[in-house]
């Protein structure tokens, strides 16, 4: 599965981003702390590599709890400050504000020496559907941000007042033009981050639990009890449809129905609280 979307939206967030970058002290970068590695766009390593950033590994609560402590490890070795977050809990709330104004504590102490009471200026970037602008409203404390459940909410930018010396800019999600990575592609498409309406739902579905067999294998096959080992994709599909009593006349498996089910309750973290991307992914990566 190579998945290619880089619709005239995307190319304008691009260039919003880019323009915006003058006006920025600190960028938050949030990812789905599911799959850490398929939500980092890898341009934003160049676009942002002059400036201080903070990783929020949101959606914490439906990752598993290790594999979260094992990238904030990762993060700091590489010199880059990560926090979990559930972004639509507010129990956080000053431990993220925290991590922003300390990302930015050497400017500010600089104008600070100047006489200058420093605002900071922090940019939220990340792709589409990680919870950039409910980030923003559970820190803001207000729904400031416009939030929905589907990519591409965020249409420009907007600039959200967090405290009279902190403000951040949400900015629309934005992809890279191609993920060539077949794995990655397929872990980006399962968390819900490219629109489904543009891939084929059951392909999509089959992939999934042929993934979950591995990473939760007892997990799923409580939740969809027709589930055995040995089944291919499809067999897969049509186990969860017998589970579910998925059955058309004649006695047709309902497949898309069944697809439809699996993705949202994977998303939903009612089948396990997995991480798709590991941290020993990066090392061998960089063996490679």
């Known amino acids: 599965?190579?998945?290619?979307?880089?619709?005239?939206?995307?190319?304008?967030?691009k260039r919003l981003l880019q323009e915006s970058l003058k006006l920025i002290?600190?960028?938050?970068?949030?990812?789905?702390?599911?799959?850490?590695?398929?939500?980092?766009?890898?341009?934003?390593?160049?676009?942002?590599?002059n400036k201080d950033r903070v990783i929020i590994l949101n959606k914490a609560d439906l990752a598993d709890k290790n594999e979260n402590k094992r990238w904030i490890e990762y993060y700091k070795a590489n010199g880059i400050k990560a926090i979990e977050c559930i972004a639509t809990h507010t129990s956080k709330r000053?431990?993220?504000?925290?991590?922003?104004?300390?990302?930015?504590?050497?400017?500010?102490?600089r104008f600070k020496a100047k006489g200058i009471a420093k605002t900071v200026r922090?940019?939220?970037?990340?792709?589409?559907?990680?919870?950039?602008?409910?980030?923003?409203n559970s820190i803001a404390g207000l729904n400031r941000a416009q939030v929905g459940d589907k990519p591409g909410v965020t249409k420009g930018k907007q600039w959200v007042k967090i405290s009279p010396y902190l403000e951040l800019m949400d900015t629309p999600g934005l992809l890279w033009p191609k993920l060539e990575d077949e794995k990655l592609a397929r872990?980006?498409?399962?968390?819900?981050?490219?629109?489904?309406?543009?891939?084929d739902v059951e392909e999509l579905a089959g992939l999934l639990l042929s993934c979950l067999m591995t990473h939760c294998k007892d997990e799923l096959c409580v939740r969809y009890k027709k589930i055995e080992d040995g089944m291919t994709e499809s067999e897969l599909l049509c186990a969860v449809a017998k589970?579910?009593?998925?059955?058309?006349?004649?006695?047709?498996?309902?497949?898309?129905r069944a697809a439809r089910i699996v993705l949202?309750?994977?998303?939903?973290?009612?089948?396990?609280?997995?991480?798709?991307?590991?941290?020993?992914?990066?090392n061998k990566n960089s063996e490679e």
Not at 1 to 13: C, D, L, T
Not at 187 to 199: M, Q
Not at 274 to 281: G, H, R, Y
């Open 1 to 13: 599965m190579i998945i290619q979307w880089y619709p005239g939206h995307m190319a304008k967030a």
């Open 25 to 49: 002290d600190v960028v938050i970068e949030i990812v789905d702390a599911r799959a850490p590695i398929a939500t980092r766009n890898p341009d934003f390593d160049t676009l942002f590599q």
């Open 94 to 109: 000053k431990n993220e504000i925290a991590l922003i104004e300390e990302a930015a504590k050497e400017k500010v102490e």
């Open 122 to 136: 922090a940019m939220i970037v990340g792709i589409p559907n990680v919870g950039k602008s409910t980030f923003i």
């Open 187 to 199: 872990h980006v498409a399962f968390i819900g981050s490219v629109r489904d309406d543009i891939l």
């Open 243 to 256: 589970s579910r009593g998925f059955i058309l006349q004649g006695g047709i498996y309902d497949t898309e």
């Open 264 to 282: 949202d309750e994977f998303r939903g973290g009612k089948i396990a609280k997995i991480t798709l991307d590991k941290v020993s992914d990066m």
